[in-house]
Structures are given as C-alpha cells and as structure tokens.
T-cell receptor, first 114, second 113 residues
Framework: DSGVTQTPKHLITATGQRVTLRCSPR?????VYWYQQSLDQGLQFLIQ???????AKGNILERFSAQQFPDLHSELNLSSLELGDSALYFC?????????????FGDGTRLSIL | QQQVKQSPQSLIVQKGGISIINCAYE??????FPWYQQFPGKGPALLIA?????SEKKEGRFTISFNKSAKQFSLHIMDSQPGDSATYFC????????????FGKGNQVVVIP
C-alpha cells in the first residue's frame, strides 16, 4: 500500500460530461502529481502541485484542470469529455518537489467514456 | 515526442533466469533515472533509481546499469521469479524539472516456472 488514495476507482460517463477525480497524498507529502496512462501514449505527466500551488504543467489539455486544497488533497477536473479521454489517471505524491524524493503512486481511477 | 525509449517491448524469461530491459534517452540534462514496477490493477511502484554520478546500483535481485556516454540505462532482474511478472517502466527526470517524470512505454516481463 503506497499510502496514496484515489477515488473513485472506476468512473463511467458519457461524452460531453464533466468529472472530478480525487487524490489524497501520503501523510506528510506536500507535492502531488497527476499522470494519464493510455495504451497509445503510455504514462504522461499532466500537472504538479506543491503545497497548494501549481508547480509544473505537462501535456494537460485546456479542458482539464486541477487544484490542491489546504489539506493537501488534490482534484483533477475533466470537462467536455471525449472518447479519447478514456484512460487510467494516476496521482502520485512526494514529500517535496525535489527529484531526490521518490514519487508514490495511487492505484488510479479508470475513466471510461461511452 | 517520446523522451525515453524502452526495449524490448515484452520479455519471457524462465524462472531463475536474468531479465534485462534497456532504456535510451536523448537529453543529457536528465539526472534522475528510476525504474517502476506495475502489476495489473495497481499503480506504478518505485523499484530502484540511480543518479548519473554512479554506473551501477544494486538492490537485492535488481540492478541498474548506467552508461552516461551512451545515454542508456538498463534494469537487470537476477534469479527472476514468477512474482516478478509485471510491467516495468523506466523514467527520467531532472533536478531542475520539479521531478516530473517522463516515462518509457513499458516492458511486459513474464517469468515462466
């Protein structure tokens, strides 16, 4: 058990809808990373937050947004969903944003768009 | 644009054998090279990582070999066990890059008894 909790585990919705994925980092970790895993693109970095502030952005679509709350949990919001957004979304946490600190991954949310 | 390339795509190894997975990268700015292991239905888990100031790191049956001049690093799994059957991802990151990991596409390793 990595200590990172992601909810829900599965989400099925339709095109055009909006969903929110939630991540609770390990106790004491200040940094949260979001990744998308799909068969064709593999694991892609989306966005990072550190202690409530956005720290880095990767291949995140404009329809996607995220935030980290004062209690350090994070949410990833996906809107105007398209079939191609079907993927596994992982959250990872680290004690800080330094590459000396390992990232610990949750078990992901599987998003299926019908 | 794939910043790191893994090979082979899949690997079948006999129990007790050695599994070797290779990764190659382009940008010499990277200075953190981890390997992650992922089982079905689970998130990736850090297995072992190396920094470019050493050429080899060993933890139990897992060894990373790093060749800075060739911009390649590899994972060796000694005495492979059926429980090692998983997907293995190499990744790269930079100290100045907020630890954002760029992953390879993954290698599926199957260890047969």
């Amino acid at each position: 058990d990595s200590g990172v909790t992601q909810t829900p585990k599965h989400l099925i919705t339709a095109t055009g809808q909006r969903v929110t994925l939630r991540c609770s980092p390990r106790s004491g970790d200040l940094s949260v990373y979001w990744y998308q895993q799909s068969l064709d693109q593999g694991l892609q970095f989306l966005i990072q937050y550190y202690n409530g502030e956005e720290r880095a952005k990767g291949n995140i679509l404009e329809r996607f947004s995220a935030q980290q709350f004062p209690d350090l949990h994070s949410e990833l919001n996906l809107s105007s969903l398209e079939l191609g957004d079907s993927a596994l979304y992982f959250c990872a946490s680290a004690s800080d944003g330094n590459s000396n600190q390992p990232q610990h991954f949750g078990d992901g949310t599987r998003l299926s768009i019908l | 644009q794939q910043q790191v390339k893994q090979s082979p795509q899949s690997l079948i190894v006999q129990k007790g054998g050695i599994s070797i997975i290779n990764c190659a990268y382009e940008n010499t700015a990277f200075d953190y090279f981890p390997w992650y292991q992922q089982f079905p239905g689970k998130g990736p888990a850090l297995l072992i990582a190396i920094r470019p100031d050493v050429s080899e790191k060993k933890e139990g049956r897992f060894t990373i070999s790093f060749n800075k001049s060739a911009k390649q690093f590899s994972l060796h799994i000694m005495d492979s066990q059926p429980g090692d059957s998983a997907t293995y991802f190499c990744a790269i990151a930079t100290l100045r890059g907020n630890n954002r990991l760029a992953f390879g596409k993954g290698n599926q390793v199957v260890v047969i008894p």
